[in-house]
């Protein structure tokens, strides 16, 4: 899976869980949880979204390693 | 017959618009189902039913801006005599659940009468149509009815009460008083707009898609209004005392890392749900914190119905209820605590949410704040904030370790408790906090 189709599913689940943020808000180096104002069960959800979409699970103590999307998107990339 | 009311959803609310009916005259509706959305302050809400029977009558139409209190519906019981009307009480006023009054046969039989439109001295007009000739100070006596037996209806008093106004272009255009009002209410500027009424008045459904005027407040400004005025009477009228507490957070999140290890990704627990238990298994211990305060009277908390402060994302703050949270399992509990959150951020939430929690939680600890003094939401009698758990020096053993702790603190209302009270609530909170497999 190439990394732009990566990205393209990891925003389509965050917009799932927080569809007032606006796609193009969602740059590669933007925090996650202080910038787009995620809290952990919002981050619990789009771990959830990512494990259904891709078949990744996500582990609880992995959560620190995806702090933006290009993180999520590495983390991700490295386990499919 | 019973009349469903427009509801009182936060102490702060004076009046609702009524956004849209899920039901019409004839509809079969049973305790809980959703039968309307109210536009309030503080987004649309979805209103539940608390009586069980047929809908006989909409009294309000959507768009309709009334006060709380107001009658939306009649409920009938088909085939039953009224002899115990089950009635909505607005839940800001009273113990914050519908309750059932028992009323003497006569007066059951007095409104029946009147709901027909029967009046010995008058025209023949419903209830409804006789406060809406009084809102629109439209006179009966001598009004044609075009109702069945020649009773007036509520398009002949809306008709009667066409008039003409002077708009600010200075040409004439005719718009009946109710859409008038309608647009002061949502500063819709209705010069441009097209009456469809009786002799091109503009009539209240023309002005669906009408053009507010550029100074209307958005709905985040008016949620920011409410907001403001309930935290203002709160801070007028309750006596607040506060008392904090810091609690050791490693024995609670090893034991959550440890249970979420054992849990599928779709089945993990946060540890704000270990929180709201914990509150809740406290205020089991210390009742008099579970309470609402209504004019001089504490009403104590018909369950432990725990607000959650949920911030929305670009502004705005509601507190909706999760209901009965001393009650199943945690995986139960946090099922039902993401529902409510996600139903809180996209504006789906009930009415029956906004108004009985019986006491608030909030916690800003996500945002890396160490602690919270938090304002009570009246009318509640206490609020509970959680500020961030963070790794700090602590005793244990006479040695210092570096333990994730947080700060808790208890705002609660001096005229139902006091700081004893609370102190004790705080050291329950810790002690459960340290046995989380029991929550």
Redesign the interface.
Known sequence: MKRDEIRETLIACLSDV????AEEEVEDDVDI?DE??L???DI??W??GI?KALGV?????DYGKMTSLGDAIDYVAGRI | MAEFVMPSLGADMAAGTLGKWLVAVGDRVAHGDIIAEVETDKGTIEVEVFNSGVVEALLVEEGEKVPVGTPLAEIGQAGTAAESVPVSVPAAESASVPVSVSVPASVSAGIMTLGGGADLDGPMATPAVRRRAHELDVPLQGLSGTGEHGRITREDVEQAAVAEVQPPSGDRVRISPYARQLARQRQIDFTDVRGTGPEGAITARDLEGAPAKASAESPKERMQRAIAAAMTRANDEIPHYYVEHAIDMGTALEWLREKNQTLSVNERLVSGVLLVRSVARALCKHPQLNATWQGQEVIRGDGFHVGLAVSLRGGGLVAPALRDTDQGSLSELMARMTDLVTRARAGALRSSEMTSATITLTSLGERGVESVTPIIFPPQVAIVGFGAILTRPWVVDDQIVARPVVRVTLGADHRVSNGHQGARFLGTLDRLLQEPGKL
């Open positions: 927080a569809p007032e943020i949880r787009l104002d809290d952990s069960m619990l959800r771990v959830q494990h699970e996500i582990p609880e103590e």
